[in-house]
């Protein structure tokens, strides 16, 4: 079946410290994989977009990785803040959009 | 503003009385979507549209309708509500993507659907 997991539905850090999610998938051959931040009660918000054939892609604190053979994205925060605390959601492109259930990030002061 | 707008933001409804959520946008894209939310769950795609008059099913499709006969508006159609269809919805809009659904999505600031 097919399937897109992300690691943990929490993740607790110290400030400062770099969060590492991670999303797999099984069955699905995605043209590229988007990830997204949710806070409670709002609509998510796009961060970045990776395609296939990039390995890596950097927005200011944030990197994400894209390995398609193991089927996996890495999405990094490095110096992470309390005001990163949100949920973060992978999702792959398809012929439709296919979301993972988030991450919880708590980033401790 | 660039904006993907819904409503109505909160509704509360009895079983089997027909409801609309409208869902517009303002920036010229051809793709849109519905998606509900239930905790555990996360998002699922309802129905989804490459373009005026072109609609595809998602990944839970059953018990709802969509139309698009203009860009800008998807409205989304619960013809005979159900409590389990009790959820947090929302509306996303984007440029169309080559082959592929979509690029980066817009998301409205959803409706919370209650139905008893």
């Known amino acids: 079946s097919q399937k897109i997991e992300q690691n943990s539905e929490a993740l607790n850090i110290q400030e400062g410290k770099t969060a590492t999610l991670t999303c797999n998938y099984t069955n699905y051959s995605p043209a590229y994989l988007q990830w997204y931040r949710q806070d409670p009660g709002r609509g998510p918000v796009f961060l970045l977009l990776?395609?296939?054939?990039?390995k890596e892609k950097r927005k200011e604190r944030l990197k994400v990785t894209f390995d398609t053979t193991l089927k996996q994205s890495l999405f990094h925060i490095t110096a992470s803040q309390p005001a990163d605390s949100a949920t973060y959601l992978c999702a792959l492109a398809l012929p439709d959009m296919r979301f993972g259930a988030g991450t919880r990030l708590t980033v401790k002061p | 503003e660039a904006q993907v707008t819904q409503n109505p933001r909160y509704l509360i409804t009895v079983t089997g009385k027909k409801l609309t959520v409208t869902c517009s946008q303002n920036?010229?894209?051809?793709?849109m979507s519905w998606y509900r939310q239930d905790p555990g769950l996360g998002l699922r795609q309802i129905y989804y549209?490459?373009?005026?008059?072109?609609?595809d099913k998602g990944d839970v499709p059953e018990g709802y309708k969509v139309s698009r006969k203009e860009k800008r508006n998807f409205p989304l159609i619960l013809e005979s509500p159900s409590p389990n269809q009790t959820s947090l919805y929302f509306c996303?809009?984007?440029?169309?993507?080559?082959?592929?659904?979509?690029?980066?999505?817009?998301f409205g600031p959803g409706t919370r659907l209650t139905v008893t």
């Open positions: 549209s490459m373009n005026v008059e072109v609609t």
């Open positions: 996303a809009s984007s440029f169309k993507g080559r082959g592929v659904s979509s690029y980066e999505q817009y």
């Open positions: 920036m010229n894209h051809e793709y």
């Open positions: 990776i395609r296939e054939n990039e």
